[in-house]
């Protein structure tokens, strides 16, 4: 059985040697299986697919469309002997999930076999891993799915990832001195898509070394004409960086050269034994061939950072393949790549773990760190992308006047930037998909983290992040967190106060920050003697609160995004008395109908604001609990929220010690 994206959505089963096409049905019940298949062995909430089938208003019915769409592809998949190959399309409560090994998916095939191959190291054996790769491909990905912003989203970046494998075989080849192959790889992604940068400079070198220096300069002057018509820009540094090579270089022999000649070719110094090409490769980043800027945006590390070890991990496999170091790479690391996607409640470190993990990783990216809070959960105004494009545009050596005043300009141009740097970007606070998208990084070497309180499903489904969830600490890690934060000494005084802090805290780093806040400022307290406040419901979220910051601040900033219906749902959670419901149990507490409430129960667990720790078993946090019985009807008044527990901090950020990031964030 084989799963189809990269072309026409399709499924097939049945012998090798002559496999049968499923009849899969219309356009959108062919997309209701491309978004599971885009999101495979995880849930895909019928708001989704209702949101990603309609560009417009979707009709009262839209549900009952949806279901008999699923159940039609459930016995189309059966007739194909589904459960034979482990494929099962399952129901969980108003969501659908499709199990599937992903070795039956070509889009996971694909992704393997790019991961596998290492142009510069290997280009041989990468040759035809990418090859292979690429000849997956059957025309347009998700071509015979509905026409909406989702699945061209989706479409958009899975194209992305062909161009980028494009490029790396083009590198194979030229690593074996093959230039007239990595003309033919490079010629026809460079016609169709011709105001990528860094395409077409690849070409431009692949046919200045195969001989065919006019040709070059020809591509040159047609993409310098069409950036200025198209963008109104000038083009971009790796193009120019191209065009000065071949410009500075000695004249190219007639007809093809061959390896070891151009292995010695560089500006200046053509034939010089010895010498290094001067194009950038992954393991010479951009800026050692070109005098660029290494842009270091990344706050301070955050003080008394501690545990996270299985994160910290998580983190470097998706993003560098590796927790060690590989000889070869830049500096010493291996290929960098990626998004990985840091959620979780607010207040549970997803900054300071995200600052951390980039400091400690920081030779993993010689080309730069990029730093963006776009404040998507802070109280005010979300940052728009342009604005974020103008500081890394600046931050990256481009000048002030050749900015595009355009948002698609400038983002076309940031991706042409990073196209082969090695750089780490950090989005941190993102309030939604469509805020990050525009500030992803171009090219396979640079990693990307994002944080947010929202799961950010659509970031999942359309650019292939990696989510990464983050819990609170368990009771040795936040004794850990308060001993780096108070001195192991004044821990050690009081163990058992302190693992009772931790779980008043309910092991939020946010939490256990503002604590020790209150301790550092009261040096005679025993850790017991705050503990013993800590009891009193009534004065917690005061006390857990440290000026313009702390756990009152950082929810009430997460209760903003809420719809007001969902907010009254959370007030009559934490007025009752259970910790854990159901749908049923949230819907007599709050008098709605239950399709609804299962619908707002989804929602607040988007949010962290509850846990789905099973299904249809909903937990809210002892602080939530809390911070949900004192939020007053008056959302426009957050000095009142929760009591007026937030200890004189309306509008408070959710990061952590003022001048840096905390791992409460």
């Known amino acids: 059985m084989d799963f189809s994206l990269l072309g026409p959505v399709t499924v097939t089963a049945g012998p090798q040697a002559a496999p049968v096409e499923l009849p899969l049905g219309p356009a959108k019940r062919r997309s209701v299986l491309a978004m599971l298949l885009l999101r495979p062995n995880a849930t895909v909430s019928v708001e989704q697919l209702i949101s990603s089938l309609w560009e417009d208003e979707p009709p009262a019915h839209a549900r009952t469309v949806i279901q008999g769409h699923v159940s039609r592809l459930r016995a189309a998949l059966a007739e194909g002997g589904a459960e034979d190959h482990g494929v099962e399309l399952a129901t969980h ?13 070509d889009t996971q095939r694909f992704d393997q076999l790019t991961a596998q191959a290492s142009p510069e190291s290997a280009p041989g054996e990468a040759v035809q891993l990418l090859r292979q790769a690429l000849g997956l491909w059957r025309g347009p990905a998700l071509t015979g799915t509905v026409a909406s912003p989702p699945f061209a989203a989706a479409a958009h970046a899975l194209e992305e990832r062909r161009l980028s494998a494009v490029e790396a075989l083009a590198r194979a080849h030229e690593g074996l001195g093959e230039y007239e192959e990595a003309v033919r790889a490079l010629h026809p992604a460079a016609v169709a898509n011709p105001l990528r940068e860094g395409l077409i400079a690849a070409l431009m070198l692949a046919l200045y ?5 006019s040709d070059a300069i020809a591509w040159f002057h047609r993409t310098r004409q069409l950036l200025d018509d198209d963008l109104g820009v000038d083009p971009g540094q790796r193009l120019s960086a191209a065009y000065q090579e071949i410009l500075r270089a000695a004249p190219a022999a007639d007809g093809p050269r061959g390896g070891a000649e151009a292995a010695g070719q560089q500006p200046g110094g053509a034939g010089q034994p010895g010498a290094q090409p001067a194009a950038a490769t992954p393991q010479q980043p951009l800026s050692a061939a070109a005098s660029a800027p290494v842009p270091e945006l990344l706050p301070r590390p955050p003080a008394g950072f501690h545990g996270r070890g299985a994160e910290l991990a998580e983190l470097t496999r998706l993003t560098l393949g590796s927790a060690e170091p590989a000889a070869g790479g830049s500096g010493g690391y291996p290929q960098a790549g990626g998004i990985a996607l840091l959620t979780g409640p607010a207040g549970v470190g997803k900054t300071g773990l995200a600052v951390h993990w980039g400091h400690v990783h920081a030779a993993a990216f010689p080309d730069g760190r990029l730093f963006a809070d776009l404040r998507g959960f802070s109280g005010g105004e979300a940052v728009l992308p342009a604005e974020v494009l103008r ?26 930037l990073a196209a082969r740097r090695r750089l780490l970007v950090v989005l941190d606070n993102a309030g939604s998909s469509a805020q990050v998208r525009p500030l992803l990084p171009g090219g396979p070497h640079s990693a990307t983290l994002v944080t947010s309180r929202s799961r950010l499903d659509g970031l999942i489904a359309t650019d292939a992040a990696r989510p990464v969830r983050l819990h609170a600490l368990g009771t040795e890690d936040g004794v850990g967190l308060l001993g780096a934060l108070l001195g192991p000494a004044r821990v050690a005084e009081d163990p058992e106060a302190a693992r009772e802090l931790v779980a008043l805290c309910d092991g939020l780093p946010l939490a256990l920050r ?3 806040a209150q301790l550092m400022a009261r040096p005679r307290w025993r850790l017991a003697r705050l503990a013993t406040a800590l009891r009193d419901e009534r004065r917690r979220l005061a006390l857990l609160s440290a000026e313009d910051t702390g756990v009152a601040a950082a929810l009430r900033n997460s209760v903003a995004r809420l719809s007001a219906d969902d907010a009254q749902l959370l007030r009559a959670l934490g007025a009752g008395f259970a910790r854990e419901v159901n749908t049923a149990e949230a819907a007599a507490l709050s008098g709605a ?13 988007e949010m962290h604001l509850l846990d789905e720790e099973a299904t249809n078993r909903y937990v809210m946090s002892d602080l939530v609990k809390l911070f949900a019985q004192g939020d007053g009807s008056d959302r426009d008044s957050p000095g009142e929220a929760s009591g007026g527990a937030a200890g004189g901090s309306p509008g408070g950020s959710s990061g952590g010690s003022p001048g840096g990031p905390s791992q409460g964030a």
Request: avoid cysteine; charged fraction near 20%.
């Open 391 to 416: 500081e890394f545009l600046l931050a990256l050596g481009t000048p002030a006047e050749q900015i595009p005043t355009s948002s698609e300009a400038a983002a076309a141009l940031y991706r042409s």
């Open 209 to 213: 070394r195969s001989g065919r220096q």
């Open 593 to 605: 109908d239950p399709e609804l409430i299962q619908d707002s129960l989804e929602r607040l667990a």
């Open 514 to 516: 503002a604590a020790s």
């Open 93 to 105: 409560s108003s969501a659908y999930l499709l199990r599937i090994p992903e070795s039956l998916i």
